[in-house]
């Protein structure tokens, strides 16, 4: 274990035999899949012919790499297909990937405002007019653990208070009636 595996084969042609193996460190690489704050399970990650799939933590660990540079895809129904390269020198790596779904409503992202940022006590999420009626609002730590969640009819203007949470960086997640998701990132101070 943690070496590559070699194969071959040797030609023994007489009583004594000397064998001199060169054997490279077997590195792991440890895939993170999100969807901006949440775990996503079954994403396929392929690196060249092989594959693998997420599991419910979002992860996958793929251990059996020499040193290198590794191209690798990350696909599932729903989501924009990622790709990227991860380079193993001398360790294990954790690499984290962040998918986007498909189908985010643009008109969405475009009508919500969010200030003040970096925020201390009241979060202000100004909606303008939009076909769905009400919007679930989830605040989720960098973590991605849920912090914060509340139901809101749409209005001109929406207050938040965050007053409760603890400084550092947040993902605000509105999602509408229609399912479609947008996402935003505040500081509370």
Known sequence: PGYATKTGSVEITAETAV???SLSKAYAIKFMV????????????SIGDSTQTTSNLGEVNWAGFAAGTYDYTVSIDGFNEAT???????????????????????VLA???SLYPN????????????????????????L??????????????????N??????????????????????LKFSKQ
Do not use: C, W
């Open 19 to 21: 064998v001199y193996l």
């Open 34 to 45: 999100y969807d901006g704050a949440l775990p996503v399970e079954n994403a396929t990650i």
């Open 84 to 106: 990227g390269q991860v380079s193993i020198e001398n360790s294990d790596v954790i690499e984290n990937v962040n998918l986007v779904r498909t189908g985010i409503n643009d």
């Open 110 to 112: 475009q009508q919500i």
């Open 118 to 141: 970096p925020a201390s006590d009241v979060l202000q999420i100004q909606f303008a007019e939009t076909e769905a009626n009400t919007v679930q609002l989830s605040i989720f730590d």
């Open 143 to 160: 973590s991605g653990s849920l912090v914060k969640e509340h139901r809101f009819r749409i209005g001109m203007d929406t207050q938040m």
């Open 162 to 183: 965050i007053s409760n949470l603890k400084k550092g960086l947040y993902l605000l997640r509105v999602r509408a009636e229609d399912g479609s998701v947008f996402a």
